[in-house]
């Protein structure tokens, strides 16, 4: 059994900045890609960032610039640096693993941007 567990949402102004969070615990032999991904309301899922077991990152356009994804392998968890947040950043944030070839998610963590 896997668990990704999220901390970090919020609710922050316009500019602001939160740090988001994923541990993953479990049968988690196999780990290899760990990401972020967001839903906003009326909208598709959508890949925000992504990094390898090797440090390899992979940012949407959108993003880019303003976001930082990081890991800790031995510690297995995932982190996101939000920063000069924006009201359309807004969304439910889920957290993603890849173990060997099958994906997990977390429950997802609101991220809520006023403006």
């Known amino acids: 059994q896997v668990q990704l567990v999220e901390s970090g949402g919020g609710l922050v102004q316009a500019g602001g900045s939160l740090r988001l969070s994923c541990a993953v615990s479990?049968?988690?032999?196999?780990?290899?890609?760990m990401g972020w991904y967001r839903q906003a309301p009326g909208k598709q899922r959508e890949l925000v960032a992504d990094?390898?077991?090797?440090?390899?990152?992979n940012y949407a356009d959108s993003v880019k610039g303003r976001f930082t994804i990081s890991r800790d392998n031995a510690k297995n968890t995932v982190y996101l640096q939000v920063n000069s947040l924006k009201p359309e950043d807004t969304a439910v944030y889920y957290c993603?693993?890849?173990?060997?070839?099958?994906?997990?998610w977390g429950q997802g963590t609101q991220v809520s941007v006023s403006s």
């Open positions: 993603y693993a890849k173990i060997s070839v099958v994906g997990y």
């Open positions: 990094i390898t077991s090797g440090g390899s990152t």
């Open positions: 479990g049968s988690i032999s196999g780990l290899n890609r």
